[in-house]
């Protein structure tokens, strides 16, 4: 599957917030990368990449939200290649692990492949037993 932009800025807004909290505005992310780069971005121009209507952002922009959301800049620059399948699955392992309330080291991922991360992403993704409970619960 090819990460579109719009795939992969919505990952990077799913990822950078606090457990309960809500995502960052478009506005608010547009203003502060504003401020890093030194060049007005618009959170309707956000808005567009995350709504799939803009597939491409100028480069500069494209760092400025690296920066603002700690990735590489290859993420939001390249379109395909296994940095930027690796830097993804971390990012969808991150969102999981985080929702479900439990912290890690993330630089412990690093060194595995893209087979191994694929194979923890989907043990992440299958429901928990509270989970399964809740649902029988309410059946």
Known sequence: MMLTLEIKLNRLFQLRHDYGQPE???DDVARTVSRRIGTAVRGAMLSE???GQLTNLPVEIAEGLSAEFGVDPIYLTNDEGP????IDLFIQIFILL???GLHIAGRAFSSYDLDTLEQILEVLK???SQETASV???A
């Open 126 to 128: 299958e429901p928990t």
């Open 24 to 26: 960052r505005t478009t």
């Open 98 to 100: 985080r929702d479900r």
């Open 83 to 86: 940095e930027v399948n690796q």
């Open 136 to 138: 029988r619960n309410t």
């Open 49 to 51: 990449a995350r709504s």
